[in-house]
């Protein structure tokens, strides 16, 4: 029996190591969606399974002051990831398709925030508000310049990539067969290109929304939902983070899946259009 | 189909000349009339300047200096989306993002027809892609790919039509195939073609006309048959098929008109070479002449050919490709020299190697170009 099990891991030993993989990478998500059912009413232990209830999903703000720091967390993430958007794709246009002095300084000095760990970036940021003057102004707007900062970094790197690998002939075939630059824009560049695009700003919002370290020393009295989190947990974390956490995942779960969807949907509706 | 209709007359390069700001001068001003509905064919090495000509014509070079016209109107400064002039890209580039026939209605759209649609079915049709109307250029054989820029060109009706290297992403099979279907295409539709290539045997056999370029100039131009019987240069003469060149002396000039020949002397034996294929007036000169067009037998045998032959060869090397023999033979002053004979099956075997050999040829298949330029010019290339 033992050698039989044996040799079927050992045919199967790469299907097996990606379930193990898989699983380690998964498990997390399984317990936080676990615990977003679990009713913490009766006991002190709030990080063991008690009883199942619905109430946590029913009452999700209930915990004072949890959905009043998602709001602020989620409308930074949304103006960091447009204007981060913005200046990243136009600086990636830039440096990918124009040869100017400075480039390579250029293409070092948008690396380097994305070396800088992040405690020190932080207190520089601190340190630069409070020397211009805003030490008492610190909140949201603080927060917000400061993620836009670290995310432009990021957008830059992830357009750039999609755009080198773009074939600069298309271009020129395009304006061969009639297009102005703008048209060439519009329907070449701009739909080869959009995948990284819409990459850069998932990834700048989840870097946005994730940030603790930086926006803890720049937030003043403002409260992000990580802020939140770290805070509650010196006394017990309400299941409600759970639910939002859940909520979370299954959100970028339905980004992904969609995106797949709609790519194969498109692919075959074509098919059968014509 | 004719697509020609309303075409605005023929393509015209006057002086053109392009520098690139490195100095590198890609093309030397450059005199060319294409006529409208020719298959013209710019052949010559890398580097020898036809993409940057095709380039300029296209709007993708700006030149500096010279004019391009297309009939009366002046394009040599105009956008390229202003020009009537269409390109099929070496490597195609397709938009991986629109299936083919988005692909093909892309020229139509951008001029403002409404609903291409007719034209695409029927563009689709001619280049037999109906079926792949649906998908997209990444499902598609190389074949395919190619015939979908040709199709994605065409549609516009351009008055002039470039093809920068059409083939050369395909293998031999189907880049045989292609050109045929190119050929057939061309003349349906009645454009102006101008095919920029570096494959000799591709330009010949499409092209009503080639230009042969090299370092950002025209050697000679005209049709393939007069190109191969009678090149001017030693360029022309090992570029475009293989030649023999031999060293010789013009030792006198007799009769006149079409009866004209020049006497030379080759190491000593004399032939007759005619006047119009004659492209030297020194007294020095390379006697050219085709592998396939020389005769030998071993020694002592007659040769099926008027005029002294060359003796003292010796056969060093002989390989049978299947429908001819290629020998190698050596001459008496060093020099080899390459003889393709026909297996017609009349000699019953090959001239084993080592064997004396007598040489000849036909004297009207002779030329003879000037000493001053060099033997091994052109044949860099492959």
């Known amino acids: 029996m033992i050698t039989r099990v044996g040799s079927w891991i050992g045919k199967h030993l790469m299907?097996?190591?990606?379930?193990?993989?898989?699983?380690?990478?998964?498990?997390?998500?399984?317990?936080?969606?676990?615990?977003?059912?679990?009713?913490?009413?009766?006991?002190?232990?709030?990080?063991?399974f008690q009883s199942f209830t619905w109430d946590n999903w029913l009452n999700p703000c209930e915990p004072q002051g949890m959905c009043e720091s998602l709001r602020v967390s989620i409308s930074i993430g949304l103006l960091a990831t447009l204007v981060a958007t913005i200046i990243g794709t136009l600086a990636a246009f830039a440096l990918v398709r124009h040869r100017f002095e400075g480039r390579s300084t250029m293409n070092l000095v948008l690396f380097l925030p994305m070396a800088t760990p992040e405690i020190v970036m932080g207190s520089s940021l601190l340190a630069l508000f409070v020397a211009a003057g805003f030490g008492g102004q610190l909140g949201f707007w603080t927060v917000l310049i400061a993620h836009i900062m670290f995310c432009i970094s990021f957008v830059v790197v992830t357009v750039r990539s999609r755009l080198a690998g773009l074939d600069s002939n298309l271009e020129k075939a395009a304006s061969d067969l009639y297009a102005n630059e703008w048209q060439t824009f519009w329907r070449i560049t701009f739909p080869l290109v959009f995948p990284g695009i819409l990459s850069a700003a998932l990834l700048a919002f989840s870097l946005s929304f994730d940030d603790f370290i930086i926006t803890?020393?720049?937030?003043?009295?403002?409260?992000?939902?990580?802020?939140?989190?770290?805070?509650?947990?010196?006394?017990?974390?309400?299941?409600?983070?759970n639910v939002i956490g859940t909520l979370m995942f299954l959100l970028a779960l339905g980004i992904v899946i969609g995106g797949e969807l709609l790519s194969r949907r498109r692919a075959r509706g074509k098919a059968a259009a014509l | 189909m004719s697509l020609a209709d309303g075409a605005r007359g023929d393509l015209k390069l006057t002086g053109l000349h392009k520098r690139y700001p490195n100095g590198f001068v890609a093309v030397e001003s450059l005199d060319l009339v294409i006529p409208q509905g020719s298959f013209f064919a710019l052949l010559g090495p890398s580097g020898c300047g036809k993409t940057t000509t095709l380039r300029m014509v296209a709007g993708l070079e700006e030149a500096t200096k010279g004019s391009i016209h297309i009939g009366d109107e002046d394009i040599t400064y105009a956008k390229p989306y202003k020009r009537p002039v269409n390109t099929v890209f070496q490597n195609y580039a397709l938009f991986p993002h629109l299936t083919i026939a988005e692909n093909v209605a892309f020229g139509p759209k951008r001029r403002g027809a409404k609903d291409p649609t007719d034209q695409v079915k029927e563009i689709l049709a001619l280049t037999e892609l109906t079926e792949q109307a649906a998908k997209k250029p990444a499902q598609l054989s190389g074949g395919q790919q190619q015939r979908v820029a040709l199709a994605r060109a065409l549609i516009n009706r351009p008055d002039v039509l470039l093809l920068d290297e059409p083939l050369?992403?395909?293998?031999?099979?189907?880049?045989?195939?292609?050109?045929?279907?190119?050929?057939?295409?061309?003349?349906?539709?009645?454009?102006?073609?101008?095919h920029v290539t570096h494959d000799q045997e591709e330009a010949m056999t499409m092209a009503d006309t080639v230009a042969v370029m090299n370092k950002g100039r025209i050697e000679q131009m005209g049709a393939p048959y007069d190109l191969y019987t009678n090149p001017q240069t030693t360029f022309v003469a090992n570029f475009l098929g293989r030649s023999n060149l031999i060293k010789a002396k013009v030792v006198g000039r007799e009769g006149t008109g079409d009866d004209a020949v020049v006497k030379v002397d080759m190491h000593g034996t004399v032939a007759t070479i005619k006047a119009s294929k004659v492209h030297t007036s020194s007294d020095e000169g390379w006697v050219g002449i085709r592998p396939e067009k020389v005769l030998i037998q071993p020694e002592g045998q007659s040769i099926d050919a008027p005029g002294a032959a060359l003796s003292g060869a010796v056969v060093v090397d002989?390989?049978?490709?299947?429908?001819?023999?290629?020998?190698?033979?050596?001459?008496?002053?060093g020099q080899e020299i390459t003889c393709f004979e026909q297996n017609t099956g009349r000699r019953g075997g090959l001239i084993p190697v080592g064997t004396k050999v007598d040489v000849s040829w036909r004297p009207e298949f002779a030329f003879l170009l000037d000493s001053a330029q060099d033997v091994e010019a052109g044949l860099e290339e492959d």
């Open chain 1, 15 to 48: 299907l097996t190591l990606g379930i193990l993989v898989l699983l380690y990478m998964y498990i997390p998500n399984f317990i936080v969606a676990l615990m977003s059912f679990n009713d913490s009413s009766q006991s002190r232990n709030l990080y063991q």
């Open chain 1, 216 to 241: 803890n020393l720049n937030s003043g009295t403002t409260v992000t939902f990580p802020m939140f989190v770290w805070g509650a947990a010196q006394r017990g974390v309400p299941m409600q983070v």
């Open chain 2, 168 to 194: 050369g992403a395909l293998d031999l099979k189907l880049r045989r195939a292609m050109q045929v279907e190119l050929k057939r295409i061309q003349e349906e539709v009645g454009l102006t073609f101008v």
């Open chain 2, 318 to 333: 002989a390989s049978y490709i299947g429908v001819s023999t290629d020998y190698t033979l050596r001459m008496p002053w």
